[in-house]
T-cell receptor, first 114, second 116 residues
Framework: ETGVTQTPRHLVMGMTNKKSLKCEQHLGHNAMYWYKQSAKKPLELMFVYNFKEQTENNSVPSRFSPECPNSSHLFLHLHTLQPEDSALYLC?????????????FGEGSRLTVL | AQSVTQLGSHVSVSEGALVLLRCNYSSSVPPYLFWYVQYPNQGLQLLLKYTSAATLVKGINGFEAEFKKSETSFHLTKPSAHMSDAAEYFCAVSDHGSSNTGKLIFGQGTTLQVKP
């Protein structure tokens, strides 16, 4: 088992579809994150969950809806997306506390919105 | 507000040559600083971090970085490049308060090319 697993690795969807990205961590961490990686732009923090509670929403449009049912799983529900939402979505996890900046990333879900 | 600037979006070196990737930060409070590496089709991996202890930080794969407060810099170096070092490198900053929450501000990244 790898530390942080993301599925699917690739996703193509139309603007009217509803899909979800899944992230699972096997590291015993209690914080999980969604980052967006677009071409030629810095990584953008989207959401932070600590102990299953959302502690950060970085002004993300409501067409992105996160869900964290427990400390090991994180979802990103997608609906009525726009072509500019096409990007690599990275999930990460960490401990809470002094080592929180040490993020462990999954391999990402490459999203294409047609 | 904190920010990170990586000078040079693309750096090319010959195998065996010195690697120098530049990072300057802006922070109103003492920062925590990080370097991450992303190999093709993979997520990011932590190379090293500075958390106000020693100013010269050693990381994995022979990389190291030096924190210079007077220059607000945290450049990444490796004495001798290897072909396997070809990847994208990201500098990141957080403040001590945010460090407990993992909230990092990333630079735009530098792609390192290693020529045989």
């Amino acid at each position: 088992e790898t530390g942080v697993t993301q599925t699917p690795r690739h996703l193509v969807m139309g603007m009217t579809n509803k899909k979800s990205l899944k992230c699972e961590q096997h590291l015993g961490h209690n914080a999980m994150y969604w980052y967006k990686q677009s071409a030629k732009k810095p990584l953008e923090l989207m959401f932070v969950y600590n102990f299953k509670e959302q502690t950060e929403n970085n002004s993300v449009p409501s067409r992105f809806s996160p869900e964290c049912p427990n400390s090991s799983h994180l979802f990103l529900h997608l609906h009525t997306l726009q072509p500019e939402d096409s990007a690599l979505y990275l999930c990460a996890s960490s401990t809470y506390g002094s080592k929180a900046g040490e993020l462990f990333f999954g391999e990402g879900s490459r999203l294409t919105v047609l | 507000a904190q920010s990170v600037t990586q000078l040079g979006s693309h750096v090319s070196v010959s195998e065996g040559a010195l690697v120098l990737l530049r990072c300057n930060y802006s922070s109103s409070v003492p920062p925590y600083l990080f370097w991450y590496v992303q190999y093709p089709n993979q997520g990011l991996q932590l190379l090293l971090k500075y958390t106000s202890a020693a100013t010269l930080v050693k990381g994995i794969n022979g990389f190291e970085a030096e924190f210079k407060k007077s220059e607000t810099s945290f450049h990444l170096t490796k004495p001798s490049a290897h072909m396997s070092d070809a990847a994208e490198y990201f500098c990141a900053v957080s403040d001590h308060g945010s460090s407990n929450t993992g909230k990092l501000i990333f630079g735009q990244g530098t792609t390192l090319q290693v020529k045989p």
